[in-house]
Nanobody, 126 residues
Framework: QVQLVESGGGLVQAGDSLRLSCAAS????????MGWFRQAPGKERELVAA????????YYSDSVKGRFTISRDNAKNTVYLQMNSLKPEDTAVYYC???????????????????WGQGTQVTVSS
């Protein structure tokens, strides 16, 4: 069992930055690849960014590429999502999730993840 707790969400203006954190406990953090998803009202949950457990390879959706950065600190059992140049369309509940899969190609869909956090709200005003 893995417990994931997100933090760092909030209300910001367009162009601002936020850093989300996801603290993990319960199992060896370095054994898991991690992903950040988001879900806006009336929309499906979508993968924003992922980072593998093996070599730290990363994936970004086209909508956030160049603005968001995912990173992990295995010593702190934490994965981060640095979000810059935020846009109103980034407004959503953001979730972190963990997966035992090792390759980026296997991390693109929600069903590939084993554990989920409760989510943190990010609201970007125009």
């Amino acid at each position: 069992q893995v417990q994931l707790v997100e933090s760092g969400g909030g209300l910001v203006q367009a162009g601002d930055s936020l850093r989300l954190s996801c603290a993990a406990s319960g199992r060896t953090f370095s054994d898991y690849s991690m992903g950040w998803f988001r879900q806006a009202p009336g929309k499906e949950r979508e993968l924003v960014a992922a980072i593998t457990r093996s070599n730290g390879s990363t994936y970004y959706s086209d909508s956030v590429k160049g603005r968001f950065t995912i990173s992990r600190d295995n010593a702190k059992n934490t994965v981060y999502l640095q979000m810059n140049s935020l846009k109103p369309e980034d407004t959503a509940v953001y979730y972190c999730a963990s997966s035992l899969r090792r390759l980026v190609v296997d991390l693109l869909r929600p069903l590939r993840y084993d554990y989920w956090g409760q989510g943190t709200q990010v609201t970007v005003s125009s």
